[in-house]
């Protein structure tokens, strides 16, 4: 494998076998006194009631012959670890392997599963938040990894369609006239005609009574009021389209898994939790108690699965879903892009599809949550005049104000290409100040933050991308071409071995963010080879070099460089154009 790291604990486990005995294994991870450090003797040495240093020494005997070769030195350091330093040789070998490598030395996954990724999920008729702006980003780049490591994935976007804020909704739809309703829908005036119908809901009596007599309709499938409710739709769904595609997410009309269409499921769900002898009746109420579940008095929690007049809810939606996924899709692992106060929803319907036996080891649900986008004053985040903000409009704001900055950056660009940069930097600034910070913190949307052409940002790597695709241009050679190539590399300044180190762990970055749900990983890491470039670059005369076999392997380390940005915000969902 490409990852010294992972090579290394290959090459030493066996000595750590055979000195431990099984089960014991080394823990390799990179170090700033060495370029990695092997920690396990300690636990070997404590189970066995041994020195530690002691052990440490044996297992280094035993692994001598593997490592040779590989690594140049190694000391024994502190309570037996192994301080180990890489050959100029090894990395120069590594380096070829992950160049030659159409994934750059990233490891695929060794068991392949179908996955489900739940994201983006914006209600129908009802104004996109930042909320969406955050399931949305972060699904669509967990989406990104999970192929790239060779799963199969099916996108799933739970849009809400369905419930009684419907009946409300079509009464107003029918005031308004329908080809009005329909343009005000489909421009995105979303939040005032949700808001329109609710003030009537609130203020008007006999148009409350429409409205409740409309959910019935609805429920009963009348077809007027299926036709009416399908243009709030269609015209919902044409706008999330529009975002999407400013965006530049995967989502299409094909992964649209509606609330509705869970709903003839739902009384064949409650049916069946019955038949488990799961249902009990709690305040007229059909619920489910999952075991653990209190509320603050440390009463036992229900999941309501039916209403006191026999209407179905949110969770017998999420238990259909589960169904669904698990009998229908035949998914090995489901994953839930929501936000964090929806967790203990989350995790009863989870424990609830346990106890029925629908969700089993090794099938999985997984909850990826996350927190707020806040404003500067560290609240919610509103648009300037107080107003939810919309997020169609926060996209061309951003383009806007990323376009203001390449004028200034690089006059010579202009027409199309000029265009196509600032919608690249101006989403990806968006989009990776999302995905950069861990994603269960919120985050203050701060637009001269996001656009630095410095610091840990969208521009700042897409920038290193660009400065390294002119290098290419300036020599009159395919970036492409060269990095296929077997060019031969030497790593002996300090700073091509940072560098070629730091290329090395892309496959340790990738699979650390994917166990983790965390792209604020990957994030980190890319900026940190970013870094590394730089120094690389400010030391390092690429087309410069005092000799040929230099130049070379200094232009290949520049084409692995430019590949692994390339691929590393392409797995953020991010473009990165060639010139800015
Ligand atoms: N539409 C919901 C909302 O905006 C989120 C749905 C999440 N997905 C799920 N299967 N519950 O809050």
């Not at 290394?8 to 060495?34: H, I, K, M, Q, Y």
């Not at 701060?446 to 790597?461: E, Q, S, V």
């Amino acid at each position: 494998m490409a990852d010294p790291l992972v090579t290394v604990a290959e090459l030493l486990a066996p000595a750590f076998a055979a000195v431990g005995g099984s089960g014991a294994e080394p823990v390799v991870r990179p170090s700033d006194r060495a370029d990695a450090q092997a920690n396990g003797a300690l636990a070997i040495a404590k189970r066995l009631g041994q020195n530690p240093r002691e052990v440490a020494e044996t297992v280094l005997a035993a692994a001598r012959p593997a490592l040779l070769g590989v690594c140049s030195s190694v000391d024994i350091a502190g309570p037996g670890f192994l301080n180990l330093t890489f050959t100029n040789e090894f990395l120069a070998g590594q380096l070829t392997v992950a160049a030659a490598d159409e994934h750059l030395g990233v490891r695929p996954a060794r068991r392949v599963e179908h996955v489900v990724i739940d994201y983006s999920h914006p209600n129908v008729a009802k104004e996109m938040h930042v909320g969406h702006l955050r399931t949305t980003v972060i699904g669509d780049s967990l989406v990104r990894m999970l192929e790239f490591l060779g799963h199969r994935v099916t996108k799933e976007n739970h849009i809400g369609d369905w419930g009684t804020p419907f009946g409300m909704l079509i009464e107003h739809m029918l005031d308004l006239g329908e080809t009005t309703a329909a343009s005000e829908l489909s421009v995105g005036d979303l939040a005032g005609f949700y808001q329109g119908a609710r003030a009537k809901f609130d203020a008007d009596d006999v148009f409350k009574d429409r409205a409740r007599q409309r959910v019935v309709e609805l429920q009963r499938g009348d077809p007027e009021t299926l036709r009416l409710w399908r243009i709030l739709v269609a015209e919902s769904t044409r706008y999330f389209n529009e975002v999407y595609h400013k965006l530049g997410v995967l989502l299409t009309d094909d992964d649209l898994a509606p609330e509705s269409m869970y709903n003839p499921m739902l009384p064949v769900v409650v049916e069946r939790l019955r038949e488990a002898g799961l249902v009990q009746e709690s305040d007229g109420a059909q619920v489910v108690f999952p075991p653990g579940y209190t509320n603050r008095d440390g009463e036992p929690l229900p999941l309501i699965v039916q209403n006191s007049v026999g209407g179905y809810n949110y969770a017998t939606t999420d238990l259909a879903c589960v169904v669904d996924r698990v009998e229908r899709l035949n998914v090995d692992r489901m994953v839930y892009v929501v936000g964090a106060p929806q967790a203990q929803h989350l995790a009863m319907v989870f424990a609830v599809a346990e106890m029925a036996g629908w969700l089993a080891p090794p099938r999985e649900a997984v909850h990826v949550a996350f927190g707020n986008v806040l404003g500067a004053d560290r609240k919610m985040l509103k648009s300037r005049s107080g107003e939810s903000l919309k997020l169609g409009e926060l996209l061309d704001e951003a383009v806007e104000r990323a376009g203001a900055a390449i004028a200034e950056k690089n006059p010579d660009l202009s027409g199309p290409e000029r265009a196509a940069v600032a919608r690249a930097i101006g989403i990806g600034a968006v989009k990776y100040a999302d995905l950069s910070t861990d994603r269960i913190k919120d985050y203050v949307f701060d637009w001269d933050r996001m656009l630095a052409f410095d610091g840990n940002t969208a521009p700042y790597l897409q920038y290193a991308h660009a400065r390294l695709c002119s290098i290419f241009r300036r020599a009159g050679i395919d970036r492409r071409g060269i990095a296929a190539g077997g060019s031969p590399f030497v790593v002996c300044e300090v700073q091509e071995r940072n560098l070629a180190l730091r290329l090395l762990a892309f496959d340790t970055a990738v699979w650390d963010t994917v166990d983790r749900y965390s792209p604020h990983r990957l994030c980190t890491y890319l900026f940190d080879l970013a870094q590394d470039f730089t120094a690389f670059y400010e030391y390092c005369p690429v087309l410069k070099a005092d000799d040929d076999a230099t130049r070379q392997s200094r232009l290949a380390l520049c084409g692995i460089t430019v590949r692994v940005l390339e691929k590393g915000l392409d797995l953020l969902g991010i473009i990165a154009p060639e010139r800015m």
